[in-house]
């Protein structure tokens, strides 16, 4: 504790913040694990090269997929785009492929965003470490990425 006797003195933070970090972190990986081991539905779009591919979206540098839990949360998404009229090809994938295979497969940095249309109850699940690969991680530098091998 500091002199005060209200924050640790290793961190600044005090023990009641560090404890609802801790909840947090924990109710995040809880929410990780079960996206991981859920599939989930991914609209399919039309690539530049003709192909069906991923819908994604980019925001601030980050290419995110489009994840959404069932077709009622798809449907949302299509209403809030003003196109609940057409039709929506999709897969089935497992949340653990789109992280570990389809985002480090994107060749930028890229996560996957749930339930976009959902407000709050959405989830971004961003590229950094302990979500996506180390070598498709953003807040890794290089040697860290590669594992110190350069």
């Known amino acids: 504790m500091s002199e005060n006797g209200d924050r640790r003195a290793d961190s600044g933070i005090a023990p009641a913040q560090a404890a609802e970090v801790a909840v947090r972190k924990r109710e995040f ?30 925001f601030n540098g980050i290419r995110f997929i489009l994840a959404f839990s069932d077709e009622q949360a798809l449907a949302r998404y299509a209403t809030a785009r003003g196109e609940s009229a057409r039709e929506w090809t999709y897969q089935r994938v497992l949340g653990a492929r789109l992280l570990d295979v389809a985002a480090p497969a994107a060749g930028v940095p890229c996560g996957v965003a ?19 690969p180390d070598g498709a991680a953003v807040d890794l530098d290089d040697e860290a990425r590669h594992g110190g091998a350069m």
């Open 29 to 58: 990986a809880e929410l990780l694990g079960e996206f991981r081991r859920t599939p989930v539905l991914v609209p399919l779009g039309d690539d530049p090269g003709g192909e069906q591919a991923m819908l994604t979206a980019d």
């Open 114 to 132: 749930l339930d976009c249309a959902d407000g709050s109850d959405g989830v971004v699940f961003p590229p950094v470490a302990g979500i996506v």
